[in-house]
């Protein structure tokens, strides 16, 4: 080894985490959420993939479902009611919008949440969501 070159500097973060302030407020957004799901978020946050948002939506909502019809999202499709499956009415849907715009960093207008039926239908909403403040500069 050459010492002349002086000591390699590690930085006190690793490159592939959040700044812990960043990483605070999210775990604080999802202190009543499954670890799964603040994973999930803290991945999207990281690295922006897109693929983890159904996990950050589907862990979100759950928080809201009744223990007894959380059975059905274990595995959900898209296909899930929001009212007659899950039990959601809309006071919860803007609690949940709620949750998802200070996990996401998205807004979600009252219009965009009267016409939702389905679990598809909310996660759809929210990639489009995702996707637009991405591409807006």
Known sequence: MNSH?????VPAVPVDALPPAEDARLREALRHCSSATY????QFHLTGDASRLPAV?????????ETGRRASLANPDGSLRLSE???????????IAAAVEDVLG????????????TLGGVRELIRGKVRDQRASP
Do not use: K, P, Q
């Not at 070159?5 to 500097?9: D, L, Q, S």
């Not at 994973?39 to 803290?42: E, L, M, N, S, V």
């Open 5 to 9: 070159f002086g000591a390699i500097r």
């Open 106 to 117: 998205v807004s979600l207008a009252d219009d965009d949440l009267s016409h939702l039926r």
């Open 85 to 95: 499956d899950l039990g959601l009415d809309s006071l919860t849907m803007v609690e």
């Open 39 to 42: 994973y999930a978020a803290y």
């Open 57 to 65: 939506v589907d862990g979100i909502i759950a928080r809201y479902v």
